[in-house]
């Protein structure tokens, strides 16, 4: 969500995560604290809230995690692409309990090995969740890039490390039945639920509620 009105929107159609982001500016174009603070408001406690960070390195994407977890946003997304460990745990040392790592599908993750060592180097710096989304916002969709049981590993290593996990990335109404059958802890949507399918646009509520009902009805069959 890049507005207050637009986390209405998704909160009336039954949303239960609302991202902050700015998709003019790529995968983790992030808002300022600000308008952040802002939507976190208009949520009011209603729904899980996150926040993106953006995707910088050292003391300069610390203090923007520092900044983020002023607003009172529940979770806090960050690139964490080839950052040493030192910089790992500094990063999560500014919001114990609430950085997300991102992943990018693009950056060699079909690669025997790392899909499954990423989620244990950011748990033991401390972070409480990890992420693979696409950096590229093209339209090339996460399953492209990463076949399911790459996708499966990834969701498995977070879970055996008690980290979230969460898939995104181009994703459309039509992913979730495959996708949700992994069990991440969430998906993330935005050019899938935007009018005419453009991440530039406002969201549509229709296609959000659709995406919500498609979601609960795979939970309700995971159960079964």
Do not use: H, W
Not at 120 to 149: E, H, Q, Y
């Amino acid at each position: 969500m890049r507005a207050p009105d637009e986390a209405l929107t998704a909160l009336d159609a039954g949303a239960d995560l609302i991202d902050a982001k700015d998709p003019e500016r790529g995968a983790l174009g992030a808002l300022t604290p600000e308008t952040v603070r802002a939507i976190v408001a208009r949520v009011g406690g209603r729904a899980v809230t996150s926040a993106v960070a953006g995707d910088g390195t050292g003391r300069e994407i610390a203090a923007a995690i520092a900044a983020m977890a002023e607003t009172g946003v529940d979770f806090i997304k960050i690139a964490v692409g080839a950052a040493g460990d030192a910089a790992l745990e500094r990063a999560a040392s500014r919001a114990p309990g609430r950085v997300i790592g991102v992943l990018f599908a693009e950056d060699g993750l079909a690669q025997d090995g790392l899909i499954e060592d990423a989620p244990g180097r950011l748990a033991a710096a401390g972070f409480c969740g990890a992420m693979i989304d696409t950096s590229g916002k093209s339209g090339v969709a996460l399953a492209a890039l990463l076949p399911a049981p790459r996708l499966a590993a990834f969701v498995a290593a977070c879970r055996a490390r008690e980290l979230m996990s969460g898939l995104a990335g181009s994703l459309a109404l039509s992913d979730i039945p495959v996708l949700a059958a992994l069990n991440p802890d969430y998906l993330g949507f935005r050019g899938g639920l935007c009018r005419a399918s453009d991440r530039r646009q406002s969201l549509d509520g229709a296609r959000v509620a659709q995406a919500v009902a498609a979601l609960r009805a795979g939970l309700r069959a995971d159960a079964a």
